[in-house]
């Protein structure tokens, strides 16, 4: 089901890609799922992938009084949170019985599916 493009601006450039018949087939699958049309689903899961890349990577605007206490603020001595520093100085953070529970998890899982730590059972 094709439903109208999530940007309303004439597309007027061409990307052009190639895909295996397993990516084809999961990409056609989730624009179906969506309700959408596979270039917009393309379209949309690529800007969103792109703007996670360079989410780092972008300026950061401030007026020269924001700019000034931002500075000030990393001048300013540490203020130690007492609660937190007893938090942090613990190296266990979970009650006992968690750990243990945890630990039977993580045994029944490796029982379970011991070829996990290989890497070949990942989708390509």
Known sequence: MKTAPLN???RTRRLNVRA???QERLIRTGAETRGVSVTDFMLESACLAAEQALADKREVIASPKQWQAFLEALDRP?????KLAQ????????PQAALQKLDAL?????????????????CN
């Not at 993580?106 to 890497?119: F, G, K, R, Y």
């Open 87 to 94: 938090l942090f100085s613990n190296p266990v953070v979970l």
């Open 8 to 10: 309303k601006k004439k």
């Open 20 to 22: 295996t018949e397993g």
């Open 78 to 82: 540490v203020h130690v949170n007492p």
């Open 106 to 122: 993580l045994m029944w899982i490796e029982q379970l599916a011991p070829s996990l730590s290989d890497p070949s059972w990942a």
